[in-house]
């Protein structure tokens, strides 16, 4: 009978059998009598033993890594004492050539390495995305965003899927991309906040997970051009349920992912040691955040290099290196609240009696910081109008945003996560370049 065709993945129900298998050799292992072949196709990694006159035949082709193969054997559990991707592996019978790959200069094996310069990887994203690595962060993206819809299904919060093309700013207009739309002017959208806001009274509760656009010329660890951006906006809340359901929201997708068998594990292997974090959050007055950076001499930095460093004031902006510093110190999840007014949007909603501060919310994690920001908003609609005023925003275009206030206003509230940067603490990465299938920063838009 013909070897039924099985994916790495799937081959624990198939030990003891005959099997055909198809994929890219991963690495080789070359010896007198017998040659070991890691062989990947995605949904894992298998070991190949080829013995006798099957190894003359590997050299007639030029096998080396990148080749794509098909081959049949005898799947066996490993031998006792020895370790094998699975725990089993297959002892070939036959196998045949389906796609060569170059040797020499061009091997796959000579194009980067672990030395080589990080620009070298980026530019070959496309090679580099075969490497064991980055395919484990995109493994666990995966399972990050399948948990996060998972975990709003479960919590009755409703996906939809709004546009990219916009024509209102919803964070400042410095970072807009703009273009030209038929004769008119429009944007790449820098959030869906506006949209998810005006489904409330026909869907309830909503998120998305749409890629936001941001044309400031940032270049950190954090910042990228374009990124995926997790949304959700609750109606009928206060400030404190929106906090609860944040923390909500990361600890019960944190559970799910580390449950998974296939993700779990990639998360303790790219992140040795990680544990869901402790409830409840750590929470933190930006007004005690200030006190905090001035008690450990983390300096406030004008963006102007030339004016010398000096102790943070209330009303200034916690730049990104202060918030890290301070991040890093405390070492937890921390809620940082109540920013002032002036340095947040048109929209968000005063503390009543603290009018100047805001019922704002970014969540910080050691090694990245600001997380997810978010806010209640404003409900009224004079309110709404002062604000558009106060920040110099003509408000006729944001007309169906207005109208959300007319019609039957509510209390509520919403959030924005970068899954780049969650994704860079889940799994300890250095930047958030390495969470994208394909980065996208300022000047780099290729592959
Ligand atoms: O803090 P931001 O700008 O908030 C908003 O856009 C709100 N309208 C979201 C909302 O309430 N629905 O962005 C939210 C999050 C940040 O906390 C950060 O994680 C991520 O989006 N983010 C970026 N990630 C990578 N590169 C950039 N340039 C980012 N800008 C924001
Ligand atoms: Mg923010």
Redesign the pocket.
Known sequence: ARAEKVKIGQLEAHRGSRVRVFGWVHRLRVQSQMTFITLRDGTGYLQLVLAGDLVKTLDAFDLVTECTIEVTGDLKQVPEGKTAPGGHELVADWWRMIGKAPTGVDAYASLFNEKSDLSVRQNLRHLDLRAETPAAIMKVRAAVLSAFRAVYSKHTVMEVTPPCIVQTS??GGA?LFKFNYYGQEAYLT?????Y?ETCLPSLGDVFCVQE?F?A?N?HTR??????T?L???LAFIDFKDLMDHIETMICEVVDMVLADPIAGKLVQELNPGFKAPARPFKRLDYKDAIAFLNEHDILFQDDDPAVPPRPHQIGDDIAEAAERKMTDMLNVPIFLMNFPKHLK?F?MKKIEGDEEFTESV??LMPN?G??????MRISDIDELMEGYKREGIPSDPYYWFTDQRKYGTSEH??????????LAWLTNRWT?RECQLYGR?PGHAAP
């Open positions: 919803v964070e970072s820098q959030s869906s906040q506006l998810l936001s941001r400031e940032s954090r910042h990228l051009a374009e990124y951006h949304e959700a906006e949007s929209y970014d969540v990245v600001e997380i997810v920001g978010g806010s509230g919403g959030y924005g996560l970068g899954v780049e940067r969650f958030v920063w």
